[in-house]
C-alpha cells in the first residue's frame, strides 16, 4: 500500500521533448512538494503546494510547471528538455505547512534526456 | 541565508562500530531539525527529527540532539549494522526554507 507514489519510474527521452511526471499520495496530506536530485545527490526544492495553493516557486526553468488537480496529486510537466535537466525527481508529501511536519517521499523517476 | 553542511563521506565501518555524522546549521529564524535516510533506488525516509532547542530525536537506535548553542545536529548510533547501509541526508525546515545537506553514504561490512 504505497504512500507516496510516482510513474513513471524511469524516463529516457530526447532534448526537446515535452514530459510529465504523475505523483499520488494516499495519506490524506495537504501539502506537497517536487524535489531534484542531481548526480551527487545533492536535492533541491523545486515546488510545493498547500491545499492546491502554490506555496513554493523556487528559482528553476518555466519550463518546469507543476500542477496539483486536487489535494493527493501534484504533477510536473517538463518542456523543450535540456540535457541538464537529467536527474532523479522526487515527489514528497507532508501532513500540513507547519515547519515540524516531516516530508514522506516517493521513489523518485530518473530522467535521462539523451 | 540558511544552510546545512554535513559530513563528506563516504563512511565505511565494521558492524557493531560506533557511528557519528557531524551536522552543523546555520539559521534565521528557528528551525526544525531532521535526518532522512535513503536505500540505494529508494526515496529518503525519515529517520527521526527536532523540533526546538535541546529536544532528542531518536528511532531505531540513532540518536541526535538539536544543540543550538553549537549549531549542531549530529547523528549517532553505538553499534551500526550491515542493514545500515544507505546515504544519510541531514535536514533544516526554517519558514518557507527546505535545505538538505549534501548526504553522507555510509557502508557497513560484516
Known amino acids: 500500500d504505497t504512500a507516496v507514489s510516482q510513474t513513471p519510474k524511469y524516463l529516457v527521452t530526447q532534448m526537446g521533448n515535452d514530459k510529465s511526471i504523475k505523483c499520488e499520495q494516499n495519506l490524506g496530506h495537504d501539502t506537497m512538494y517536487w524535489y531534484k536530485q542531481d548526480s551527487k545527490k545533492f536535492l533541491k526544492i523545486m515546488f510545493s503546494y498547500n491545499n492546491k495553493e502554490l506555496i513554493i516557486n523556487e528559482t528553476v526553468p518555466n519550463r518546469f510547471s507543476p500542477k496539483s488537480p486536487d489535494k493527493a496529486h501534484l504533477n510536473l510537466h517538463i518542456n523543450s528538455l535540456e540535457l541538464g535537466d537529467s536527474a532523479v525527481y522526487f515527489c514528497?508529501?507532508?501532513?500540513?505547512?507547519?515547519?515540524?511536519?516531516?516530508?514522506?517521499f516517493g521513489p523518485g523517476t530518473r530522467l535521462t534526456v539523451t | 541565508g540558511d544552510s546545512v553542511t554535513q559530513m563528506e563521506g563516504p563512511v565505511t565501518l565494521s558492524e557493531e562500530a560506533f557511528l557519528t555524522i557531524n551536522c552543523t546549521y546555520t539559521a534565521t529564524g528557528y528551525p526544525s531539525l531532521f535526518w532522512y535516510v535513503q536505500y540505494p533506488g529508494e526515496g529518503l525516509q525519515l529517520l527521526l527529527k527536532a523540533t526546538k532547542a535541546d529536544d532528542k530525536g531518536s528511532n531505531k537506535g540513532f540518536e541526535a540532539t538539536y544543540r543550538k548553542e553549537t549549531t549542531s545536529f549530529h547523528l549517532e548510533k553505538g553499534s551500526v549494522q550491515v542493514s545500515d547501509s544507505a546515504v544519510y541526508f541531514c535536514a533544516l525546515r526554517d519558514g518557507n526554507q527546505f535545505y538538505f545537506g549534501t548526504g553522507t553514504s555510509l557502508t557497513v561490512i560484516p
Open positions: 514528497a508529501s507532508s501532513q500540513d505547512w507547519g515547519i515540524s511536519y516531516e516530508q514522506y
